[in-house]
């Protein structure tokens, strides 16, 4: 029921932000509040006994469900941004996109040795964003113990990426077309 709520407030955008792509439009799930809910709804269920210590929420779509997520499980937010968004000390990892390169950062004592940590963003893709979020929770010492997502692109393999880290998506499109 959740998983169809889901699926009908997905909507695809062909070509955009170019020739070829498919992007996957989360903003009706945004707008759908039965919609929003069912997707907090089920990363709470999956959580709630993971004893936790922090969300590590992706820059930008993450920021949306983490919020409402560590209000749920009464945690702590840590925002990994794109490059020269933070204003503390940060360490950074750069990564690889489609085209070119690309730069994550984290406040260098937003995480310590020993924490338990869940990644979360909205979709996974090739899974370079998501396994330099873990690399940056790494180099803190955190323990990341999975990645979750509304949405996995299957046909690129991006859990393939982020393994051993295991992955968690609801909603999963398995073909590119
Ligand atoms: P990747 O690093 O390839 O796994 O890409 C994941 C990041 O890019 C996420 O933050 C997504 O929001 C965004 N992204 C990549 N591909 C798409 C797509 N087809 N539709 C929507 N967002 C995408």
Not at 2 to 26: C, N
Not at 78 to 85: I, L, W
Not at 127 to 154: H, K, P, S, Y
Request: net charge negative; glycine share 6%.
């Amino acid at each position: 029921m959740s998983l169809d709520l889901l699926h009908q407030h997905l909507r695809d955008i062909p070509d955009f932000p170019k020739p070829g792509i498919v992007f996957k439009d989360i903003t009706p799930v945004l707008r759908n509040p039965a919609a929003f809910r069912a997707f907090i709804d089920l990363l709470e269920e999956r959580y709630r006994d993971a004893r936790l210590d922090a969300v590590v929420a992706i820059d930008a779509r993450g920021f949306l469900f983490a919020g409402a997520l560590c209000d749920r499980l009464k945690l702590g937010l840590v925002p990994v941004r794109k490059k020269g968004k933070l204003p503390f000390d940060s360490i950074h990892e750069d990564y690889d996109l489609e085209y070119g390169a690309a730069t994550l950062e984290m406040h260098a004592d937003a995480l310590e040795p020993g924490h338990r940590v869940l990644i979360l963003d909205d979709l996974l893709a090739t899974g370079g964003t998501a396994a330099a979020a873990i690399a940056l929770c790494q180099r803190l010492g955190a323990d990341v113990l999975e990645c979750a997502f509304l949405v996995e692109l299957d046909f690129l393999h991006g859990r393939e990426a982020l393994a051993p880290v295991p992955a968690y998506a609801p909603i999963h499109v398995r073909d590119e077309a």
